[in-house]
């Protein structure tokens, strides 16, 4: 289970690559992106205040208004140290999109601690859905914003790897039964595809080629 969050300045329904200057914080995106060795310095570097954000930041080369700030396994965060390098980035960008480690460890708290919305990506298996039932959880009683007492997050699903023949198999969860089970709305389902793999090893972004995955995304991007 993996979670984006979303910290803006701006309506989450407005959220769009091409109108608004993003940032994308996460574990091995550099390789999703094709950026991998242009990553020198990452959010560690700019947390424990070695490196200036700048230095870290990475501009995409396909997309103007994308930039990313690489994240490594580091379990000696704090919320102060999180909250400061946000703020810092929240005045350059109006959006920021922290994609959190699977589970619900030090990492992924951390994310959805100070998040304005989230979606929880999860995949059509009982193990991936109860780690999001607990992220569900965490967010309505442990984020900032259930401390105080602000309007909820807007959260929603999003199914990875969905497989429509183990789903009529009975060897998976349906959409309907995850929606149910979790009680957010879906807002999109990727289908399970060798073209996620093949474009992960050749560095290049899963949207570049024509395949179901492709049209899945655009989908929920609204294009």
Request: net charge negative; charged share 25%.
């Amino acid at each position: 289970m993996f979670t984006d969050v979303f910290h803006h300045r701006h309506s989450f329904n407005r959220l769009r690559p091409g109108t608004a200057w993003f940032s994308y914080i996460g574990l091995c995106l550099d390789l999703h992106l094709g950026c991998k060795c242009r990553v020198i310095f990452d959010f560690i570097h700019v947390f424990e205040k070695n490196y200036r954000l700048n230095q870290a930041l990475i501009k995409d080369k396909r997309l103007e208004r994308l930039s990313l700030l690489a994240a490594s396994h580091k379990d000696a965060l704090t919320e102060e140290g999180v909250e400061e390098v946000l703020d810092e980035l929240k005045s350059q960008f109006e959006y920021i999109l922290c994609d959190s480690p699977a589970g619900i460890e030090s990492g992924a708290r951390h994310a959805m601690y100070f998040a304005d919305d989230a979606i929880l990506v999860t995949n059509p298996e009982i193990s991936s859905c109860r780690d999001s039932d607990k992220m569900i959880g965490f967010i309505a009683s442990k984020s900032l914003r259930a401390i105080e007492g602000r309007v909820p997050d807007n959260q929603q699903l999003l199914i990875d790897r969905y497989d429509a023949n183990r789903v009529r198999n009975e060897d998976c969860l349906s959409v309907d039964d995850i929606g149910e089970m979790l009680g957010l709305p879906v807002c999109g389902v990727i289908p399970e595809s060798p073209h996620v793999l093949t474009s992960s090893n050749m560095g290049t972004s899963v949207t570049e080629q024509s395949s179901e995955v492709q049209k899945s995304l655009k989908a929920v991007s609204g294009d």
